[in-house]
């Protein structure tokens, strides 16, 4: 079973998400803000990880700079969640080298689907 973390301070949004994810058969996980989210990642290393941009303590872009730096967790897939679809900001995502995020509002389907092609292309690595 795969273990996904969600990083994500809307409380609704993230519930709703790991819920989803769990009806789905994965083992998913939440934490409140970026600062908790790297706690996780280094307690309990996930399989991918889905994590709001615009957060307090720890912005997103914040934690995937901590989680690059060190070797065991540098590698782990991770996908941005934002609400913003603003040209600089899909630009920056881009440049990070994320080329998978996802748009909220989302669309489950499409969202489960990129979720699970994330997955496979991990594997095959």
């Known amino acids: 079973m795969n273990k996904?973390?969600?990083?994500?301070?809307?409380?609704?949004?993230r519930e709703n998400l790991i819920e989803l994810l769990e009806i789905e058969g994965f083992d998913a996980l939440g934490a409140e803000n970026g600062v908790e989210g790297v706690q996780l990642v280094q307690q309990?290393?996930?399989d991918l990880i889905l994590?709001?941009?615009?957060?307090p303590e720890l912005d997103g872009y914040g934690v995937l700079e901590v989680l690059r730096q060190d070797p065991a967790t540098a590698k782990i897939p991770f996908m941005f969640l934002t609400a913003s679809a603003d040209r600089?900001?899909?630009q920056k995502i881009r440049e990070l080298g994320i080329h998978d995020y996802i748009l909220k509002p989302f669309n489950v389907?499409?969202?489960?689907?990129?979720?699970s092609n994330r997955l496979a292309e991990q594997k095959k690595a």
């Open 4 to 13: 996904i973390l969600v990083i994500e301070d809307e409380i609704f949004i």
């Open 44 to 46: 309990e290393p996930p």
């Open 51 to 55: 994590c709001d941009v615009m957060m």
């Open 88 to 90: 600089s900001n899909i």
């Open 109 to 115: 389907d499409k969202f489960l689907d990129v979720i």
